[in-house]
């Protein structure tokens, strides 16, 4: 038990840890200009996303830097409709050449639980799967992932979930976990150990 304890303990230090070296390395990625034009038919619509404790999705559309080169954007998040989960938000797409500003994200990795899903729910799906653009867009070179910064607009919220958010949760749970452990060495250590020394 102390065993369990102490590693559920050390689990919630090692996510803290994870969450503070994340956003480290956000405050590092400076916000860049991109422009382009988007790929309004290969928009996808990432399923079960939160912002500001809703249940939505993720808008992500491909973004056309040149002939040859895209990114993926994920231009913001939308609530779904919970009477039909397939009745999407409305939002605007403009057409033609535009600007955006950006900041880099990590590149998206499907969870090995969904490796076999099937295709048969696009435009909503449970990941970004890149191997999904480079068959809808063969000769295209991908060239990494964004997220669109700025105010809500076209539809779209934009207030991003930053990865230090709620670390002090995973402390206190820390500290909860480590609790129990010293606990359950304390009972122990008194029932088996000293209780038996005082009562001869």
Partial sequence: MCGLTASLGMWQLDRAAQKEKLSEVRATNQSIRLSGQWMTE??????????NAKQGFFVVTPLFTSKN????VER?????????????QAIETPSGELAIVVRRVADPVPPAVFAKEADTEYPIVQFIDLAYFAKAMPN????????????????LARNWYEP???VEKNYGYAFQWFAMC???????LWFQWIK???SK
């Fill in 42 to 51: 290969q928009t996808l619509y990432v399923d079960n996303r939160q912002m």
């Fill in 69 to 72: 080169e895209y990114v993926l």
């Fill in 76 to 88: 913001g998040w939308i609530a779904r409709n919970f009477m039909d989960r397939k009745k999407l």
């Fill in 140 to 155: 295209k070179l991908y060239k990494g992932m964004v997220q669109q910064m700025g105010g809500a607009s076209e539809g």
């Fill in 164 to 166: 230090a958010s709620g």
């Fill in 182 to 188: 010293a606990t359950v060495m304390g009972l122990y």
């Fill in 196 to 198: 038996p020394k005082i």
